[in-house]
């Protein structure tokens, strides 16, 4: 069961994440780019940001005004988002599987569900694995949360569009969880309407 279950979250994971990991160029760790900071009132900052190893970027910023000013250190507390090089992040609050967390998100599609991804390292498994953030206007929500019982919490996610969370509740062909990607696409187009 836990292979499974494993294996359709993998199955997840990998169809909303290449588009957020796709977006990674050639830039060397601990160097200083172009970017900016948003602070918790909106307000942006430009500067530098320092290109952290991957375990750190979602917890933390490192910030210059100026490549010959002072580093300042930022938690995802203390900002509402950054941009290094060619990558947007959000600090956001979400529903994880047993409590809430809050990351630094990589910023994917926008539209009425928002989609973030980031990625984590199991050392137990000492495996990298994928995690991604759907965002509403009221809710967000680690999509592993819907793996148990997906029609029926799936379709209470998607409520606002009373059609299609009927369609996901009951099963009908290519509304299931492995599908997940192309209903929330469905959604965001239905929601423009």
């Known amino acids: 069961m836990k292979s499974m279950y494993r294996n359709t979250v993998f199955a997840i994971c990998m169809a909303f994440s290449l588009v957020g990991f796709s977006q ?28 952290l190893d991957e375990s750190d970027r979602y917890e933390k910023v490192v910030f210059k ?15 509402s988002g950054y941009k290094v090089a060619d990558t947007e992040y959000k600090s956001l609050e979400y529903e994880d599987v047993l409590f809430k967390g809050r990351n630094f998100l990589i910023v ?3 539209g009425c569900i928002n989609t973030y ?27 592993q949360k819907f793996a148990l ?22 099963g009908e062909k290519g509304y299931g969880i492995l599908r997940m990607d192309q209903i929330i696409a469905e959604y965001n187009e239905r929601c423009k309407s």
Do not use: C, H, P
């Open 149 to 170: 019982g997906f029609a029926k919490s799936f379709s209470e996610f998607l409520k606002d569009d009373a059609e299609l969370s009927q369609k996901v509740r009951n």
């Open 117 to 143: 991804t980031m990625r984590k390292y199991d050392s137990e498994d000492r495996t990298w694995s994928g995690i991604v953030v759907l965002e509403t206007e009221d809710r967000a929500v680690n999509y």
């Open 24 to 51: 990674e160029g050639n830039y060397r760790l601990f160097d200083y780019y172009e970017g900016y900071i948003v602070k918790g009132d909106g307000t942006k900052e430009r500067g530098f940001i320092q290109y």
């Open 108 to 110: 994917g599609k926008q």
């Open 65 to 79: 005004k100026t490549m010959d000013s002072k580093k300042e250190k930022f938690k995802v507390k203390d900002l």
